[in-house]
């Protein structure tokens, strides 16, 4: 998949209802997610710069791993 | 029409005229009265400044312009009286002794979105109430005085059931779970219809600006909080009431008016996902402006009294550990997060050999817990957990060096906790 390079900033986010908490985005993308002590996802609040491709790239992966499909980019326009 | 010997005697009776008795639908047109307005509602709603009561303080008539330009024909008008807060009765009190007041106010929303229905939530627990507002509607029919549609619902009545999507979930599913949303200003839905929730205060105050106008209501109050407020007090106090107060009003007079305890330990103030304050401000003004530099804000207009000989941390404890077993358990973080705080505040208040680290804990779960539920209930918990640490902070050292304090082990309480019956069977639907 192409990445487009564009302005702006991405954040993944996590729904946590759907979340089950088995931790595979963290495996996915480590620099990107960490673990609570429950085993929930703890997302970096940082944004991602959307050219940063590397991040993008590991928060696709994560995004496309999750099996209960709880998480998603939200891009933000920056002002 | 007004008598002494009712417990719920007002300073400043606006919403509550009529505590005696409740006003018929005649007697209350008869004590309002219409003025007739200059500009249009929603021009005097705005310059009124009113803010939403049920905790979160938004600019009512934003809310109102957000809801009327979106499009669609049926919208609904949602007057929220669950009262999750087990230490509030003010919108209870409201409905009961003044209906048509909060229904005037719900019409007036509804006319200004161009909504056709109006749905009021209260508690099932409450059946009494619910007759009530029953009656009050019928009423409305008989006399021809109703413009749209109305209804009473009655959701199980737990604490986030009054949360806005997790009512407007239950209106559509039957299930009272809120809902993730993105963080984005959001239009919520009843299976298609558009609707604007407005908690029961809130409306009464709608109802007040548009029949004496946005002047009249701004006439009390402080300039960025302008009108009056309802406040649910309890704690060290003979009877807990609900007292009608101009916003502003140091809260040292409020607890005059109450007949509280004048020197008291703190005070909880907004709610239990509120805060703290100690009684070295009892000075400042009941208002969030004044309220949010010592980090507390008035919420849903609760205030809790802890006399001196009551233990801060058994306090909390209490509360968070009801807060906890409220969590609808649907977010990891919220559903272990809030019964481990709850875990480590009982640690802290026994004081034994492991407080040390449970204190510890606390501090750093808070930090990972915060902002991650779908909905702000966590983040109460975790607001009024940093208050309890910092304001009490002598107090949770003592705790926490196993010096726990003679109050600790007392069995009088402050802050209202119902039973935690339900532990075994949630009632969601
Ligand atoms: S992969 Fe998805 S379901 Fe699993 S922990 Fe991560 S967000 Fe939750
Ligand atoms: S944060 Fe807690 S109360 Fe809110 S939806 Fe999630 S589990 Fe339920």
Redesign the pocket.
């Known amino acids: 998949m192409a990445v487009r390079r564009r302005s702006g900033v991405i954040f993944l986010r996590v729904d946590?209802?759907l979340c089950d908490g088995f931790g595979h985005c963290h495996e996915l993308a480590p620099e990107l997610v960490a673990i609570d002590e429950w085993g929930y996802p703890v997302i970096t609040t940082e944004p991602i710069a959307l050219a940063n491709d590397a991040a993008l790239a590991s928060a696709r992966l994560a995004v496309r791993g999750c099996p209960r499909q709880a998480l998603r980019i939200e891009r933000v326009n920056e002002r | 029409m007004t008598g002494n010997r009712d417990v719920t005697m007002t300073t400043m009776p606006r919403l509550l005229t009529g505590h005696n008795a409740p006003l018929t639908l005649s007697e209350y047109e008869s004590t309002f009265p219409v003025i007739a307005r200059a500009g249009s509602l929603l021009g005097e709603l705005d310059a009124s400044g009113l803010t939403g009561r049920g905790g979160a303080g938004f600019p009512t008539a934003q809310k109102v312009r957000l809801l009327k330009a979106h499009r669609g024909h049926h919208k609904i008008v949602v007057v929220n009286a669950m009262e999750g807060e087990p230490a509030s009765r003010k919108d209870v009190s409201l409905l009961r002794v003044n209906p048509h007041l909060v229904l005037d106010g719900a019409e007036v929303l509804a006319s200004l979105i161009g909504a056709n229905e109006i749905i009021v939530c209260i508690a099932r627990e409450n059946e009494r109430l619910a007759g009530h507002v029953r009656d009050a509607l019928a009423e409305r029919v008989r006399q021809r005085r109703r413009t749209v549609r109305s209804s009473v619902q009655t959701p199980p009545g737990r604490y986030?059931a009054g949360e806005e999507t997790a009512l407007v979930h239950w209106l559509s599913n039957r299930e009272t779970?809120?809902q993730y949303r993105a963080k984005r200003p959001h239009v919520a839905r009843v299976r298609d219809r558009a609707v604007l929730v407005d908690n029961a205060e809130t409306c009464a105050h709608v109802g007040l600006i548009a029949r004496a106008g946005a002047e009249s209501f701004r006439s009390l109050g402080t300039d960025a909080s302008p009108g009056t407020a309802l406040v649910s007090i309890s704690g060290a106090l003979d009877r807990s009431q609900v007292l009608e107060i101009a916003l502003g009003t140091p809260l040292r007079q409020i607890l005059a008016v109450a007949g509280a305890d004048p020197d008291p330990q703190a005070l909880l103030l907004g709610g239990y996902g509120g805060s703290w304050l100690d009684a070295t401000h009892l000075d400042t003004p009941y208002a969030n402006e004044a309220l949010a530099p010592v980090g507390a804000t008035t919420g849903a207009g609760v205030i809790v009294v802890l006399a001196r000989e009551g233990c801060a941390v058994a306090e909390t404890e209490r509360v968070v550990r009801w807060m906890a077993n409220e969590?609808?358990?649907?977010?990891g973080p919220?559903?272990f997060g809030l019964p481990s705080l709850a875990e480590d505040l009982t640690l802290l208040r026994r004081g034994a050999n492991d407080a040390a680290h449970a204190l510890e804990r606390l501090t750093s779960r808070c930090g990972v817990i915060e902002g991650r539920?779908?909905?702000h209930?966590?983040d109460g918990v975790v607001r009024f957990v940093r208050s309890a640490l910092g304001v009490f902070r002598d107090d949770v050292a003592d705790h926490a060096s196993g010096r726990p304090c003679i109050g600790s082990g007392s069995a009088r309480h402050y802050a209202t906790v119902p039973r935690l019956d339900h532990e075994g069977e949630l009632t969601w639907q």
């Open positions: 946590p209802v | 986030v779970l809120p969590s609808a358990r649907q977010c919220c559903a539920g779908a909905c209930h966590p």
